[in-house]
């Protein structure tokens, strides 16, 4: 079975600090791949990143940046200077390449994220 | 131009009725879901299909019944509306089973309310 947990519910910040969201995976595949999406306020997932699972390379994409520990199952997610427009629900998910949840994407219980000016 | 197109964006319906939500994609997929977003943020799979062949049909009530004419779209009629399906339902397409190909693409959610 997969799952992904996502411990920090709700995140309070002021603009400009940085944050760091939490994902933590449990899956029996040794193919698969982990995606980070935003939910703002307007309702839309907004698909930020993709990462397999043989790609363990940090990425950073402006502002934002991941860390892929596949020793401890995570896929962290940094903020960067955070600004307001940040302020969102945050789901990291993972797609299995096989076996019988092949096909599903889990998602995490999503973190609040809210940025204050 | 819009990739995954839903309509209605909102629904508000009484107990009973029988509704339904279409979903379109441009994007030249071959698979296409439906997820359920609770009023916890909880997002869920319900049906997949690729190539109008359903390939994923979790635990949900036959009240629920996704239609594929083609595979570009992929609709979902719910009979005998309950309260405990109000949710944001989300229509979603891919290029095949895999994410190797494409993640999902998302379109921006219908909001039904049942009264």
């Known amino acids: 079975a997969q799952k992904v947990t996502q411990a920090q519910t709700e995140i309070s910040v002021v603009e400009k600090e940085d944050v760091t969201l939490d994902c933590v995976y449990e899956?029996?595949?040794?193919?698969?791949?982990l995606f980070w999406y935003k939910q703002p306020p307007s309702g839309e997932l907004v698909f930020l990143i993709r990462?397999?699972?043989?790609?363990?390379q940090n990425e950073i994409s402006g502002r934002y940046s991941w860390n892929f520990q596949k020793s401890t199952s995570s896929f962290n997610f940094t903020i960067t200077a955070s600004q307001v427009v940040d302020s969102a629900v945050y789901f990291c998910?993972?797609?299995?390449?096989?076996?019988?949840?092949?096909?599903?994407?889990?998602f995490g219980q999503g973190t609040i994220l809210t940025v204050h000016p | 131009d819009t990739a995954v197109s839903q309509t209605p964006k909102y629904l508000v319906t009484q107990m009973g009725n029988d509704k339904s939500i279409k979903c379109e994609q441009n994007?030249?997929?071959?698979?296409m879901y439906w997820y359920k977003q609770d009023s916890k943020k909880f997002l869920k799979i319900m049906f997949s299909?690729?190539?109008?062949?359903?390939?994923i049909n979790e635990t949900v009530p036959n009240r629920f019944s996704p239609k594929s004419p083609d595979k570009a779209h992929l609709n979902l009629h719910i009979n005998s509306l309950e309260l405990g399906d109000s949710a944001v339902y989300f229509c979603?397409?891919?290029?095949?089973?895999?994410?190797?190909?494409?993640?999902?693409?998302f379109g921006n959610g219908t909001r039904l309310t049942v009264t």
């Open positions: 979603a397409s891919s290029q095949g089973r895999s994410s190797y190909n494409s993640p999902l693409h």
């Open positions: 899956t029996r595949d040794t193919t698969y791949y």
């Open positions: 990462r397999n699972s043989f790609d363990e």
């Open positions: 998910a993972l797609w299995p390449a096989g076996g019988t949840s092949y096909g599903k994407l889990t």
């Open positions: 994007l030249g997929h071959d698979t």
């Open positions: 299909y690729n190539n109008k062949e359903l390939i």
